[in-house]
């Protein structure tokens, strides 16, 4: 079974400053990670998504996130935030267990990211 | 590339009322997937279509909500008879396949039900 933890429902930060959203997940196989992002009225996008290639993985508008299988983590980072970052974030993990040919994605709660000018 | 349509965006019924939502995913992906995403809450998948053969529907509470793809390409949800707790933005999205590729994600329809 796979679950998400995102550690914070929201998280604040001032235009500029570094972006910082917490995620813990659990696996029975080798998943695939991703981060979505949820702005208002508006549908899911992918920010990025880690599968078993590089550790460091890079995404769309500045945004990064670090896959720390010791630590089970896959937390997402941006050097400096911009007003437009403003959003709600989920953390996914998708398994696709052995011979079953289809893979599931578990979305966390979300982490509502504000930013102040 | 045209994106996952849904219609309608807004509906709002009474309860025990029936509703039905259609999506029509990115042309030439296989896989449908319907979510339920509660205020405050993740999306949590509903179901699955492979073409049109259901891969996963063990979330699906059968007893009132009912999904098809008979064609394989665009797909229905329907809620018969709807409760309170129903209310939720239904999401749809589409990947190429089913193991592992990206998803792509319609704007959603947002369901009251008072």
């Known amino acids: 079974a796979q679950s998400v933890t995102q550690l914070d429902s929201h998280v604040s930060v001032s235009e500029g400053t570094p972006v910082l959203l917490r995620c813990n997940y659990s696996s029975s196989y080798s998943p695939s990670l991703f981060w979505y992002v949820q702005h208002p009225n508006k549908g899911l996008q992918l920010l990025l998504k880690y599968t078993s290639a590089a550790t460091l993985v890079k995404g769309i508008n500045g945004f990064e996130a670090e896959f720390k299988k010791s630590e089970t983590s896959f937390h997402l980072t941006k050097p400096s935030a911009h007003m437009s970052d403003a959003a709600e974030y989920f953390c996914?993990?998708?398994?696709?267990?052995?011979?079953?040919?289809?893979?599931?994605?578990?979305f966390g709660k979300g982490t509502m990211l504000l930013v102040s000018p | 590339e045209a994106g996952v349509a849904q219609s309608p965006r807004y509906k709002i019924i009474e309860k025990r009322q029936s509703v039905a939502f259609w999506c029509n995913p990115i042309?030439?992906?296989?896989?449908l997937y319907w979510y339920q995403q509660i205020l405050g809450q993740g999306p949590k998948l509903l179901i699955q279509?492979?073409?049109?053969?259901?891969?996963?529907d063990s979330q699906l509470p059968k007893d009132r909500f009912s999904a098809e793809r008979l064609k394989g390409v665009d797909s229905t949800l329907k809620i018969q008879p709807a409760k309170l707790e129903d209310s939720a933005v239904y999401l749809c999205?589409?990947?190429?396949?089913?193991?592992?590729?990206?998803?792509?994600f319609g704007p959603g329809t947002r369901l009251t039900v008072t």
């Open positions: 042309s030439g992906h296989a896989t």
């Open positions: 279509f492979q073409n049109n053969g259901v891969v996963d």
């Open positions: 996914v993990v998708s398994e696709t267990p052995p011979g079953s040919g289809y893979s599931t994605l578990t």
């Open positions: 999205a589409s990947s190429l396949g089913r193991g592992g590729y990206e998803q792509y």
